[in-house]
């Protein structure tokens, strides 16, 4: 008998209508309800149509509930203004959400609350209601541990207006400014500063913060983080076929469209021949990015698939005379390249035609690139883009990192490299040993009695003494096992360093 049928476990989950943001709680829900847990997910309202647009999919039939709450601004409005968004989630989409949980607890009571961290008014919804809350961490925990130190003031940080100086962190190979999140360099807007700041302040009132990663891949980071809020790795949240398990649910978040022409064009090619290019759903290169990247893979000689995604108008970002493409670029690369829109991204990786994978180095794409063991060349842009590239190249040691100048872009000659050394350079076959060998480390996580699967159930049988004595709306509940591990682990550090220090 599962948890949830001794306990009527209900979660609700509430994250932006953001691809990279809803996908892993779409992956985590998945997980949850094969055990037995009623899992509602809540998203902005903007992302109904999306979401429901292209997909015939029934969700209540996955045993995963969707429902929507506005963030204050029309559908209609434009959400490049990140700060008005953020701004008005802050203030609206706060009261929306209690709108929301008030309605659904008509006819149920939820057991716990799951937030990104980049909705963390959510917390404190959670908070005024006095249902316990968790944080699924959807980024590397390297980047939970480097916000988490530089917000709360727990390690020096160097003056980071230089992109050459050194930070050293427990857990961590030693970093460049360059390789840190870039929201909390000078150089970010602060919205996204201040969105993080919120997080931190907000952490006291979290009861489990669950990783998306998994110990394997970051294991000195995690323990590093014992001592003070640890965190607790639940992954990879990828598709369950990608780990070779039985799907429990065909329902997607996929908020665009896919060109199944790519699957037909791979099967012309040989195997290992492919260069797979792709930044994402919100990256768009600038002119120069596009140009140099587009010359150094027409003389790398070499097939390639590239996702260019489409405009606003519908047409594809090459299309735009911004962006100023080498002329004759496609006839030049006739036969050997195609470009698309948007490809079935876990379909592509699969493909045995597919050689590496040139990638802004978001955690999600990461992390499916990581399961079905692909090398990677790490293009990374902004957020934590840069640390999973330093990841990439210092400790997963799975692919290169493309070097750019103070401009952020990648000279032709750089990209060449890069492609050189991961397709067919001396370590091009480490590369692809180490890419497989991590895969089939993700799998054993994810498996009964794997590092991710006990991280669950201890979360979920916390969850079950939680509800089984009936405090789970009480002002004043019992400190839950996580908490009592962190006071445990705050005493035996404390006592580790008097030891050291005698």
């Known amino acids: 008998m599962s948890v949830a049928e001794k306990t009527n476990i209900n979660i609700l989950m509430v994250s932006q209508a953001l691809q990279g943001h809803v996908n892993p709680m779409l992956n985590f829900a998945k997980r949850l309800v094969s055990k037995g847990v009623h899992v509602t997910i809540a998203t902005t309202e903007e992302g109904r149509a999306r979401m429901l647009k292209n997909t015939d999919q029934n969700f209540s039939d996955s045993g995963i509930r969707l429902e929507f709450f506005s963030d204050g601004l029309s559908i209609e409005f434009d959400r490049s203004d990140t700060k008005t968004v953020i701004k008005s989630s802050r203030e609206k989409g706060a009261k929306n959400l209690s709108n929301l949980i008030d309605n659904l607890s008509k006819n149920q009571t939820f057991s716990c609350v799951i937030v990104t961290p980049f909705v963390p008014w959510a917390i404190d919804v959670a908070a005024e209601y006095q249902i316990p809350c968790a944080v699924l961490w959807i980024q590397a925990s390297a980047c939970y541990s480097i916000y988490y130190r530089y917000y709360m003031k727990i390690d020096s940080f160097p003056k980071l207006e230089d992109p050459n100086e050194k930070v050293?962190?427990?857990?961590?190979?030693?970093?460049?400014?360059?390789?840190?999140?870039?929201?909390?360099?000078?150089?970010?807007?602060?919205?996204?500063?201040?969105?993080?700041?919120?997080?931190?302040?907000?952490?006291?009132?979290?009861?489990?913060?669950?990783?998306?990663?998994?110990?394997?891949?970051?294991?000195?980071?995690?323990?590093?983080?014992?001592?003070?809020?640890?965190?607790?790795?639940?992954?990879?949240?990828?598709?369950?076929?990608?780990?070779?398990?039985?799907?429990?649910?065909?329902?997607?978040?996929?908020?665009?469209?896919?060109?199944?022409?790519?699957?037909?064009?791979?099967?012309?090619?040989?195997?290992?021949?492919?260069?797979?290019?792709?930044?994402?759903?919100?990256?768009?290169?600038?002119?120069?990015?596009?140009?140099?990247?587009?010359?150094?893979?027409?003389?790398?000689?070499?097939?390639?698939?590239?996702?260019?995604?489409?405009?606003?108008?519908?047409?594809?970002?090459?299309?735009?005379?911004?962006?100023?493409?080498?002329?004759?670029?496609?006839?030049?690369?006739?036969?050997?390249?195609?470009?698309?829109?948007?490809?079935?991204?876990?379909?592509?990786?699969?493909?045995?035609?597919?050689?590496?994978?040139?990638?802004?180095?978001?955690?999600?794409?990461?992390?499916?690139?990581?399961?079905?063991?692909?090398?990677?060349?790490?293009?990374?842009?902004?957020?934590?883009?840069?640390?999973?590239?330093?990841?990439?190249?210092?400790?997963?040691?799975?692919?290169?990192?493309?070097?750019?100048g103070e401009d952020g872009v990648g000279s032709v000659e750089e990209i060449e490299r890069c492609v050189y050394e991961v397709v067919e350079g001396p370590n091009a076959a480490e590369f692809r040993k180490r890419a497989l060998e991590i895969k089939e480390a993700a799998k054993k996580a994810s498996q009964d009695g794997g590092s991710s699967s006990v991280n669950i159930n201890k979360f979920l049988c916390e969850l079950k003494v939680m509800n089984g004595s009936k405090s789970i709306k009480v002002t004043k509940m019992g400190r839950p096992l996580s908490t009592l591990w962190k006071g445990i682990t705050k005493i035996r550090s404390f006592f580790s360093r008097i030891i050291h220090l005698g």
């Not at 429990?248 to 469209?257: C, E, G, I, L, R």
């Not at 600038?286 to 893979?297: G, V, Y």
């Not at 606003?312 to 911004?322: R, V």
């Not at 794409?365 to 957020?383: D, H, K, N």
């Open 168 to 404: 050293h962190l427990p857990g961590l190979p030693t970093l460049e400014v360059r390789d840190l999140p870039s929201i909390i360099l000078p150089s970010s807007p602060p919205q996204y500063d201040e969105l993080m700041a919120d997080f931190s302040k907000a952490l006291d009132k979290v009861k489990w913060v669950l990783g998306s990663s998994f110990f394997e891949i970051e294991d000195e980071i995690v323990k590093s983080m014992d001592s003070l809020t640890p965190i607790y790795p639940i992954g990879p949240l990828v598709s369950p076929s990608l780990l070779g398990e039985k799907e429990t649910s065909n329902v997607s978040a996929d908020m665009w469209n896919a060109d199944n022409s790519s699957i037909e064009w791979l099967n012309s090619k040989p195997n290992s021949s492919v260069i797979y290019i792709s930044f994402g759903s919100l990256i768009v290169l600038s002119k120069k990015q596009m140009s140099n990247l587009a010359t150094a893979l027409k003389n790398s000689r070499q097939n390639f698939l590239w996702v260019v995604k489409a405009q606003n108008n519908g047409g594809f970002a090459w299309e735009d005379p911004a962006y100023e493409l080498p002329n004759e670029f496609l006839e030049e690369t006739e036969g050997r390249v195609l470009v698309v829109k948007w490809c079935a991204q876990t379909k592509v990786l699969q493909h045995p035609a597919v050689a590496c994978f040139i990638s802004h180095c978001g955690w999600n794409s990461l992390l499916e690139t990581l399961i079905i063991g692909v090398p990677v060349i790490a293009y990374p842009s902004w957020t934590d883009q840069p640390t999973n590239a330093m990841l990439i190249e210092n400790v997963l040691k799975n692919g290169v990192r493309i070097k750019v």
